[in-house]
């Protein structure tokens, strides 16, 4: 399986979007890396690189969810800190 950002994954919010689109291509990146048996490096290194991108991400949605009221935000905000704990790096 591949990872691939398409338009139907856009909300038509940046930058929402482009992060989005950039977290998806890293994904892939690291896919590529562990079916091509890259060194354990590189592959370390996109984890790392993916985890410290995400949390990035999601403070930005979230202040994006709190400056257009968004009204789930804090139900969000628990999936986000949530997903943080899964987070070894
Ligand atoms: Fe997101």
Same mark, same amino acid.
């Given at each position: 399986?591949? $990872?691939?950002?398409?338009?139907?994954?856009?909300y038509g919010v940046? *930058?929402? &979007?482009?992060e989005?689109?950039r977290?998806i291509?890293q994904v &892939?990146?690291?896919?590529d #890396?562990?079916q091509n048996?890259?060194?354990d490096?590189?592959?370390?290194e996109?984890i790392? $690189?993916?985890?410290? %991108?995400?949390?990035?991400? $999601? &403070?930005?949605?979230e202040k994006?969810? /709190?400056? %257009? #009221?968004? *009204?789930?935000?804090?139900?969000?905000?628990?999936?986000?800190t949530d $997903? /943080?704990?899964?987070?070894?790096?």
């Amino acid at each position: 399986m591949k $990872f691939k950002w398409e338009e139907s994954l856009m909300y038509g919010v940046e *930058p929402m &979007d482009t992060e989005h689109e950039r977290i998806i291509n890293q994904v &892939d990146v690291l896919y590529d #890396a562990i079916q091509n048996h890259e060194s354990d490096e590189v592959i370390l290194e996109t984890i790392k $690189f993916l985890s410290k %991108y995400v949390v990035e991400h $999601f &403070d930005s949605e979230e202040k994006l969810q /709190k400056k %257009y #009221a968004y *009204p789930e935000i804090e139900s969000h905000k628990q999936i986000h800190t949530d $997903f /943080k704990t899964l987070l070894v790096i």
